[in-house]
């Protein structure tokens, strides 16, 4: 994988904490670390670009157990990302030209309706690695994956199934499943899982190569998530989309939880197709505007589409003569018009990345990261021998180009218990049924502050547990 | 069609508008009668709840023309509705509770984001004459119209023909084309055309449902808009629902130019499928949330489905355990988690129309088009013999049972001069190739004076136009 510097070192963060650490004369582990951290993080400035959750703001918090007015923890960014200050100004903008233009705001004002969505490709397509007109801007995560299954799934008698991971997203799941019914195909048998080894959390690459080599013959499309949503397992996109290609499959990513978080090269690396949704690392609020990536190697290839007004040449779209003149790629399978609603807040985000580089943020989140599974490990580790106190289990992998900057936790006591005394402590963060929760300091707007926030509340909320 | 009392009637607007004149003592011609009518009009009041645009802001104004500070004449909520008032509000709180909030919208707050659909479903239901849990708000109306398409036209060898109107909406055209396609028919053989008899510019009914009983046994979907876009022609959708049925086909509409303009009765006339966008007489802005029409009979049917984990029941939605657990009907065909920001222009408008109803604003429609018709006939005839003065030509029909509120017009010199002089003049029309003006009165929103000031600008843009 091309990844930035520091990440293809092998050298492990908590390496580079313990040395910078030393060099300041303190413990990782003391809260003025944490504090030196932030100060020389070139990127600090960059959460003042976004509207940060009072800790008496949380509808959980207990005002009796923190401070009000301080920020909140907030380790959601894999859920829903903060909202950018930049929002309110574009959409008041929007609601403006609605005002004052109607219909005219169509082709007129600061971005036309009719050509919103073009506002938000290209800086997305840089996030993704990808030439701008390999990216479209429309609809949700699970809409465009079905879009792009109907033109890259096309099973044969031979070759039908679709590989997913055992685990994947639910959405997925039933995406993938109504496929191959669709198609006339049973999931039980077209529907290949892949599954980590007995007493592993998570999958390793090697396994699923061979996998696919064993069973590529018949595997027509091989969907994986960029990074999993549930272990924070960062995949090996570049092998397994050569493994994929080496055997006649086509491969697609659903990068919900890899955009904005993990550095992407979906066009060198030859990805077929990908989706992402942008209200997590991106930003953009619920249900906010989904994303849709076709190789350009396909831009011209003749596939099953299902298609819509919008895939019309704008050149010609209006002429209404219901003569299709499609857009090459995936602009081709733009289907309605775009909702300038949802293009601005992803705008404004969008603002705030271009303020960086994916390699610079990733370059923070690996000792962000790092950081607090530094902390996890020194203070709540699986105890020696038959002392009894609570303890908690990483199971997304210590290697950071294994990972995002999502660490699922689980825990010696009922997760239940944990989750609502982090909760009463002004932590946001998300429990997975059935057994982890997940936590995911984002570069753009977490501090090292916030990670040894957590981690002391993770403390307090665990002895509570207990109680 | 149950129609409201004036409109069945079947006593034409113009005499009701003739003997109100006469009642006022004064012709229907005179700006006085539009005033009059202004002011016995109960539902004026909601103009108010809207943005009206002003003359001096419309881009293509010429200020030498108009007073700038008049509000504009717009005639175009058939491709654009205005903006309610209540928008602004709504999204200040969408904003303000990710702002606060973060992850905790989704299920708190005053709509949290997980269950926002269902904040606009049951208005939309009355709208379109529907159980609530027929209808679901979601996606844009031409990715609906796929998802339905895919439940709902299922070709066979004998039975995969589509029948659509000859001058179907593009998109709707291209819809329709790639779904025969993916079937692996051909749009040349599967695809049906209805025409208007030679030297007719709309359909009728009788030569739709002759078509139907001659060609139906090779149809398998049927699938018209409500509202014709181009001739503003408003189908007889029982009749046609009913004749498809006959001969086994499923019936389906495209209401993008119904909704919110006809009135509606979805489940009684036993409607298969439906789908609408929401941005016209709905007035949710552009690329606004769109609906989506399963009819109850259809709830529990085994039919093949393109399918995301919004459409798993909401009970157990979040076990996340991928087994599937659907919920019936139209809400099983959710796919991805809907937009806040989307729901809320389109509950600021329903807000609007809670304060009436369809049958009321429709008894007004048929009055204020039937005057816009009157004042066109009455100004701009064809000449008898050889006069030469520019006349316009309504291709709508003039029955109000076939029509919305749409007029659509055909002009006896140059279409773009006359389209250039009306802008000039402060009037939002729309033109649509090849040949019409469209003009949509609102009863939302527009007045008698509008389409009393309207008629006269058409006028001087005639003659402009001639110079
Ligand atoms: C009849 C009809 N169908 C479809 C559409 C457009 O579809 P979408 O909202 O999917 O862009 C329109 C838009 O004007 C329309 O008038
Ligand atoms: C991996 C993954 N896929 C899909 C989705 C959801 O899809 P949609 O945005 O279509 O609701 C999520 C949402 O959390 C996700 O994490």
Redesign the interface.
């Known amino acids: 994988m091309a990844e930035s510097a520091d990440v293809q070192q092998s050298r492990h963060p908590t390496d580079v904490l313990l040395e910078k650490a030393a060099a300041l004369g303190c413990r990782p582990e003391d809260q003025a670390f944490a504090v030196a951290m932030d100060t020389e993080d070139p990127l600090r400035g960059l959460r003042e670009d976004f ?1 940060i ?2 800790m008496k ?4 918090t207990d005002p009796t157990l923190v401070c009000a007015d301080d920020d ?1 923890v ?1 380790m ?1 960014g894999n ?2 990302g ?2 950018p200050k930049g ?2 100004k574009y ?1 008041e903008q ?2 403006d030209y ?9 082709f ?1 004002g600061p971005r036309p ?2 050509l ?1 969505d073009e506002y938000v490709t290209e800086q997305s397509a840089r996030i993704v690695g990808a030439r701008p007109e390999e990216v479209a801007c429309m ?5 465009n ?2 879009l792009l299954l ?1 033109s890259f799934y096309r099973p044969t008698s031979t070759r039908h199934k679709i590989l997913i991971e055992g ?5 997925d ?3 993938m ?3 191959i ?2 198609h006339g195909y049973d999931p039980a048998t077209s529907l290949l899982l892949a599954e980590p080894r007995p007493g592993e959390q998570t999958l390793r690459t090697e396994d699923l190569v061979s996998l696919i080599k064993r069973e590529g013959d018949a595997i027509a499309a091989i969907v994986f998530s960029g990074v999993q949503y549930y272990t924070g397992q960062l995949f090996d996109m570049e092998t397994i989309t050569r493994a994929g290609h080496s055997k006649g499959c086509v491969v697609g990513f659903d990068l919900a939880h890899a955009v904005g978080n993990a550095e992407l090269h979906l066009h060198d690396w030859g990805v077929d197709f990908a989706c992402w ?1 942008t209200y997590k690392y991106m930003n953009s ?4 505007l ?1 994303g849709a990536f076709v190789h350009e190697k396909h831009a011209a290839a003749d596939m ?9 040449k704008m050149s010609t ?6 003569k ?1 003149d499609l857009s090459p790629g995936v602009n081709g399978l733009r ?8 293009v601005s ?1 992803l705008l404004a985000s969008l603002d705030v990345f271009q303020k960086t580089t994916m390699a610079d943020l990733r370059r923070k989140s690996v000792l962000l990261t790092g950081y607090l599974e530094f902390l996890i490990k020194k203070f709540y580790p699986k105890p020696a021998g038959t002392a009894i106190r609570p303890w908690v289990e990483i199971i997304t992998p210590s290697d950071p180009a294994q990972r995002g900057c999502q660490l699922s936790l689980m825990f010696s006591v009922p997760i239940g218990a944990v989750f609502t005394e982090l909760e009463r402590r002004g932590v ?1 963060c ?1 429990k ?2 059935p057994n982890v929760l997940r936590i995911a300091p984002a570069p753009l707007y977490n501090s090292f502050s916030d990670v040894h926030r957590f981690v002391s509340l993770l403390g307090q909320s665990l002895q509570a547990a207990q109680l």
Chains 1, 2 share one sequence.
């Open positions: 509207h959750p009072k703001d949380l509808p959980p909140c907030y959601c859920s829903l903060l909202q929002v309110r959409l929007d609601l609605w005002a004052r233009y109607g219909v005219f705001g169509h007129e309706w009719a919103c609809n949700g995560l699970t809409v994956l079905h109907v685990k994947a997203f639910p959405s799941h039933y995406a499943e109504s496929q019914r669709f949704c609020g619920a249900g906010g989904a099953p589409k299902l298609l819509g007004w919008w895939g019309h779209r209006f002429r209404m003569d219901n299709l289907v309605s018009n775009p909702p300038p609603l949802l807040p946001a998300d997975r049924e």
